[in-house]
């Protein structure tokens, strides 16, 4: 598939068709998500914790007590993962931390720290590629979904289904896992989509354990830390530990536009960018690409049910019990911004220190592929911010919770050299 994007391809990330209530909620969502920053500053200053149907918490301090108490505050798409997952136990929906760190000890034994350095490269050299064949014309959102899968399906080891696109696969089951609300297209495309990919891998894990191969993908290293009794981990689990994966990729294709798209809009900051790219200075180039993520994040906020009654911020004025059940809209963005926390919040600043950052969490549910994101945003930016010319073509266009549209242009480059691996093997476990 070529990089420069046709209208049937970039039709297949798009949402099913979707009935009259479906469209208007789902513009009501786009609008109010589109003015996010002014909604969440309002609600900082006049009212931190407010129950609008959900519980809402916008501050700091707050947001991060949410994060990090999981007993209290369980994760809200656990009955959507444990659906998704075929009621196998995965490790985003685990609360306890002694199961959690159960369920994700095969996942975390079979990746190497030494993958992300190559996988980065692998990201880097074929986005360079890409756009060396664009023409200096490519559209960014459907380039970085091209190369995720790419390079990811050899690395996880699962195909795509038969009559299925695992693009298709992972993009549908991830809209219904972070769509807050109900949407029936939305459920039928992500349950048809799960089925199909769960009977797939299953296939692939048997064919694994009779093949004799010596492949060095996740799911035959998975198979290979199975005692002969079939445990440790079972089958059913190194399935669910795959799908994980795998429908966790589109926050690549969702993030990567959004830092480029902020960085093209400030050429203030775009100028240093380019300049660290080019020197292939990898430290300063993940300071640009990570404070303009700050700017749009990728998820602005997380859901979590409170399991039980829980005052949050208590002995301050703003206190408030959250009764059981209730579900709290935790606002990653809003606190990100909270001048309480954040130095000079709205400053655009790529020397901030890490712990400024909410941009995959916090706590227990911590994006398990946190710190290979750290090393792959940069990769694949990395060959499109060296290129000479490097412009915006009309404006990034977003579909929740996806990046839509994003033209670029710019001078191909005759080389562009992959993003060069780290000289300290990076690790694995959350910063």
Request: proline share 7%; net charge positive.
């Amino acid at each position: 598939m070529n990089a420069v994007t046709s209208k049937r391809v970039q039709q297949v990330w798009r949402r099913p068709k979707l009935g009259l209530i479906g469209m208007l909620t789902t513009a009501v969502v786009q609008f109010g998500m589109d003015h996010l920053d002014i909604i969440f500053r309002g609600l900082r200053f006049a009212f931190p914790i407010c129950d609008l149907g959900w519980m809402v918490v916008t501050r700091n301090d707050d947001v991060r007590e949410v994060l990090l108490g999981n007993v209290p505050f369980s994760v809200e798409q656990t009955k959507r993962l444990s659906r998704e997952m075929d009621y196998v136990p995965f490790m985003l929906g685990e609360d306890d931390l002694a199961e959690f760190r159960r369920v994700e000890a095969p996942l975390r034994a079979a990746m190497k720290s030494d993958d992300i350095p190559v996988l980065a490269k692998r990201c880097g050299e074929r986005v360079a590629e890409l756009a060396r064949q664009s023409g200096g014309r490519l559209e960014v959102v459907d380039l970085i979904w091209q190369v995720t899968f790419e390079v990811f399906g050899d690395y996880i080891g699962v195909t795509a289904p038969k009559g299925h696109d695992l693009r298709v696969a992972a993009a549908r089951i991830y809209d219904f896992q972070v769509t807050p609300f109900k949407v029936k297209a939305v459920t039928r495309e992500a349950v048809k989509n799960a089925k199909a990919l769960q009977a797939h891998i299953d296939g692939l894990v048997a064919a694994a354990k009779t093949d004799g191969s010596q492949k060095d993908d996740l799911l035959h290293r998975l198979v290979r830390q199975q005692k002969p009794d079939g445990s440790a981990p079972k089958d059913l689990e190194i399935r669910a530990n795959l799908m994980g994966m795998i429908i966790a990729l589109p926050q690549l294709p969702i993030a990567a536009p959004y830092a480029l798209n902020q960085l093209l809009a400030r050429p203030i900051e775009l100028e240093p960018a380019q300049e660290s790219a080019r020197a292939n200075d990898e430290a300063a180039l993940k300071g640009y690409i990570f404070e303009a993520l700050r700017f749009d994040p990728m998820a602005p906020f997380l859901l979590r049910r409170c399991a039980e009654d829980h005052k949050i911020a208590s002995g301050a004025r703003r206190a408030k019990t959250i009764k059981k059940g209730k579900v709290v809209l935790a606002a990653l963005q809003s606190a990100m911004k909270d001048p309480r926390r954040v130095t000079e919040p709205e400053t655009f600043d790529p020397r901030r220190p890490w712990s400024e950052y909410l941009l995959f969490g916090d706590g227990l549910h911590t994006c398990f592929i946190e710190q290979m994101n750290k090393h792959l945003f940069p990769a694949m930016l990395k060959p499109l911010l060296a290129c000479e010319g490097l412009a915006r073509e009309g404006e990034l266009r977003k579909r929740t919770p996806f990046a839509d549209q994003l033209w670029v242009t710019f001078e191909p480059p005759s080389l562009a050299a992959p993003l060069a691996p780290t000289s300290k093997q990076p690790e694995l476990a959350p910063a």
